[in-house]
């Protein structure tokens, strides 16, 4: 059981804005800033958000992220057949001393 | 930047793995390196990191007692040793650079992953 929560999936149509949540507590995401990986079927995870709203410069800037409270969203504007992946958040958790992930939510593209 | 790990591993029950990590493009002592492990279909799951600096580590509870992370800088290399193997290990395992700024960490990039299959 993941500490932070997901949506198992999330599914959109070509040029649809897609929005994934994050869930957690006040001792991760509450806390401490939240990282987004997208992984494709057979590889490592690669970064695509960090430090909540963060793009490193090979990131379109389709992907956007945010966070308020204990929660985060990370956001894929003009959804292409290519953002098919899995997509996990991150935190560093001060109670657990260590880094958490999210369950995942695959994205498909209708 | 690079990190390439080592190939595919099938071990018995009880045994034990050590998967190494080498690092090229950057200056090795500078960035620490977590592993992260993901069974099949599964998500990830972190197990812990160690600065290649200082050698010193810090594990997920889970894992403590039964995982060793060293390094030798001589090679750029890290190494992950995981004992006392069970069917529930099998995964892929991943190494992966920490980055920071101010209070923000995240990993960047990761290695391919290596397969470690525990079977009888």
């Known amino acids: 059981q993941s500490v932070l929560t997901q949506p198992p999936s999330a599914s959109g149509t070509p040029g649809q804005r897609l929005t994934i949540s994050c869930s957690g507590s006040?001792?991760?995401?509450?806390?401490?800033?939240v990282n987004w990986y997208r992984q494709l079927p057979g590889t490592a995870p690669k970064l695509l958000i960090y430090?909540?709203?963060q793009r490193p410069s090979w990131v379109p800037d389709r992907f956007s992220g945010s966070k308020s409270g204990t929660s985060a969203s990370l956001a894929i504007s003009g959804l292409q057949s290519e953002d098919e992946a899995d997509y996990y958040c991150?935190?560093?958790?001060?109670?657990?001393?260590?880094?958490?992930f999210g369950n995942g939510a695959k994205v498909t593209v209708l | 930047v690079l990190l390439v790990q080592s190939g595919a591993e099938v071990k018995k029950p009880g045994a034990s793995v050590k998967v190494s990590c080498r690092a090229s493009g950057y200056t090795f002592t500078d960035y620490s390196i977590h592993w992260v492990r993901q069974a099949p279909g599964q998500g990830l799951e972190w197990m812990g990191w160690?600065?290649?600096?200082?050698?010193?580590?810090n594990y997920a509870q889970k894992f403590q007692g039964r995982v060793t992370m060293t390094r030798d800088t001589s090679i750029s290399t890290t190494y992950m040793e995981l004992s006392r193997l069970t069917s529930g290990d099998t995964a892929v395992y991943y190494c992966a650079r920490e980055l920071t700024l101010t209070t923000s960490r995240w990993f960047d990039p990761w290695g391919q992953g290596t397969l470690v299959t525990v079977s009888s």
């Open positions: 160690i600065n290649p600096n200082s050698g010193g580590t």
């Open positions: 006040s001792s991760n995401i509450g806390t401490n800033t």
């Open positions: 430090s909540n709203n």
């Open positions: 991150a935190a560093w958790d001060d109670s657990l001393n260590g880094f958490v």
